[in-house]
């Protein structure tokens, strides 16, 4: 059952869940902005990342000053979520993303007006189900790779370890290239000095994904946009294209 914790800095309420998908408990977070019902981005988090990571605290805090609830939940085997990291699969998120979608879509204080953003693999994952959900409104992706494959030497040694081939076995299943024309109403930003995922990812996605769309690229921005500035713009950018999508 859902519950209600203190309020963040900007937030109403935070309140705690959990959904079932399969054996698994999914935990998360929804913050409602102080006016509802409110429009709703779920975020979606990267390979090893969890919803506590201080790209996605920092993405409720501002998003919910700004009239926008957010949504951020462990994939399973991250954070509170059960399972483990080894049996994570892009299937697997598929499903999981789904479950939390259809927990927004029934809660009271949130409007139908549901967008996505994600970071790396939840980037990924966002776009693969937006595909299959026409009613997710808008997307925001962040350093998102359009080819898996092509970064499997990107991942260091100790993670990829973590990983069985399962993982990979799966993921030859799932491919943007047949998807992305489908999807409109996307942002995607990406740092400039992205080793990981290089940039060149981002503008093929671009280049496929049909209008409204925007790309922006964070000049000095690493992987995880941690430098202050480069943090900050996209969040002012994300913010932006949601109030522009999801508020009108």
Known sequence: MPRA????????????????????????????PRQAPAPCVITAHGLFSSKDSDKFVSIADYFTARGLAVIRFDFGGCGESDGTISDTTVSRRLKELEAVVAFARQHPLLS????????????????????????????????TPYNLFALRESIPAHELH???????????????QSVLSDLATVQI????????????????????????????IIPAGDHSLTGPADRTKALELSARWFQIHLQS
């Open 5 to 32: 914790l203190t309020s963040s800095l900007y937030a109403r309420m935070v309140e705690q869940f959990r959904v079932r998908v399969e054996h698994r408990s999914i935990s998360g977070l929804l913050h409602l």
């Open 112 to 143: 139908q007006q549901l967008g996505l953003l994600g970071s790396s693999l939840g980037g990924y994952v966002s776009l693969l189900y937006a595909a299959q959900d026409q009613n997710i409104i808008a997307l925001s992706v962040w350093s």
């Open 189 to 216: 930003i990406h740092g400039k000095n992205d080793t990981v995922v290089p940039p060149s990812h981002a503008a093929e996605i671009f280049s496929r994904v049909s209008e409204p769309k925007e790309l922006r």
């Open 162 to 176: 973590q990983l069985k081939n399962d993982f990979f076995v799966d993921a030859a299943q799932h491919h943007l």
